[in-house]
């Protein structure tokens, strides 16, 4: 029994070791990948992100785009050749990016085909309606990039450009008649007169691009009626929790020598894990504060000057800020929600009898 209990004592600190490998780094790094892939895929598949988010960056979108333009409009914010001679004619046309949007009817068209085929696509996937493909019909806005607004518009902006040299005048030429449309010239064409036939012929290879339709939802015959899958694929997510759970059960079985040891092995790793997820989906969800480095990730400063690239970042913070909130803010709560049941086992193993 002597030499048991010396073998035993002598061999708890590597017992030890190995149940930390396993219970905290295994466990708790797979408990933390479980729990953010669960809030994500709870986040993807629910009305929020599907119908709510898209309408609510619809809503920005306008407002956004004439905050910019009116920043544009009040000082030389833009300085670099090959986006300041675009902002400055943009000036001179003076119409915010809202009215054409709305005048042309693209704002029309997000706000009723878009918003209502994504609506449609979460009614499925919530069961309320029966399951059938789902396509965007593109014809509307193919419709608005010929209206008579665009074509008024193009050439408000060819007529605000300084006057094309003998090379430049060629290249516009070319591409009105022959090359692909893939950068606008800096200049207005010498000798030519752009007329509304000339601008219109722009628009329709523009127009030709844009395909028909877009189907965003196909294979409904393999989706049996009237069952909420957004709720069953949250639900069937949550059993992934039982991979992790088995590295940190096993791995408290063997660094613990007690009931209480167990509990507290067990209680720290859940509370580790879920903790270390609340953490992460909150960071993100409170992304503003870094957005000195998304303006340096998208290079603002090689596109704008410095004041102007600070103004893009904020807005591209604003519309980011959108979409990272719907789909971390899942994760922030049930990683909440598991450091909290961590806790609670961590305390009861002070109820327990024995210590490690």
């Not at 409009?73 to 902002?87: A, H, P, Q, R, V």
Request: proline share 5%; with cysteine.
């Amino acid at each position: 029994m002597l030499i048991y209990s010396v073998i035993g004592e002598n061999m708890n600190p590597v017992r030890k070791i190995f149940g930390f490998f396993v219970a905290i780094i295994i466990g708790v790094l797979i408990l933390f990948c479980t729990i953010v892939a669960i809030g994500l895929t709870k986040a993807a598949v629910s009305p929020e992100f599907l119908s709510d988010m898209p309408q609510e960056l619809i809503e920005k979108l306008p407002s956004a785009l004439d905050q910019l333009y009116s920043q544009a409009n009040k000082d030389d914010f833009i300085d670099k050749k090959e986006y300041g001679f675009f902002i400055n004619v943009m000036k001179k046309t003076d119409i915010p990016p809202s009215k054409i949007l709305e005048s042309s009817g693209i704002m029309a068209w997000m706000e009723g085909e878009l918003k209502t085929n994504l609506k449609k696509l979460g009614e499925i996937l919530r069961g309320e309606i029966p399951p059938e493909n789902i396509t965007i019909d593109m014809h509307k806005l193919k419709k608005s990039i010929l209206s008579p607004a665009i074509t008024s518009y193009i050439r408000e902006l060819i007529s605000a450009l300084p006057e094309c040299s003998e090379v430049e005048s060629e290249k516009w030429k070319n591409m009105i008649y022959y090359s692909s449309i893939d950068s606008f010239p800096e200049c207005r064409p010498k000798g030519l007169e752009i007329t509304s036939e000339i601008v219109f012929n722009i628009q329709h290879r523009i127009a030709n691009d844009i395909p028909k339709d877009i189907t965003i939802f196909e294979g409904s015959e393999y989706i049996p009626r009237n069952i909420n899958v957004m709720k069953f694929v949250s639900t069937a997510a949550y059993f992934l929790l039982i991979i992790p759970l088995i590295f940190i059960i096993i791995g408290s079985i063997i660094a613990a020598t007690t009931k209480g040891g167990f509990l507290r092995w067990s209680g720290f790793s859940i509370l580790t894990g879920g903790l270390s997820a609340y953490t992460f989906g909150n960071i993100l969800n409170n992304i503003i504060p870094i957005s000195n480095g998304i303006e340096s990730y998208l290079n603002l400063g090689e596109r704008f000057s410095s004041r102007y690239s600070g103004i893009v970042a904020e807005k591209v913070v604003e519309f980011s800020n959108v979409v990272l909130k719907q789909l971390f803010s899942p994760v922030a709560q049930i990683g909440g929600v598991i450091a909290v049941i961590g806790l609670i086992i961590f305390a009861l193993s002070f109820l327990s009898r024995g210590n490690d």
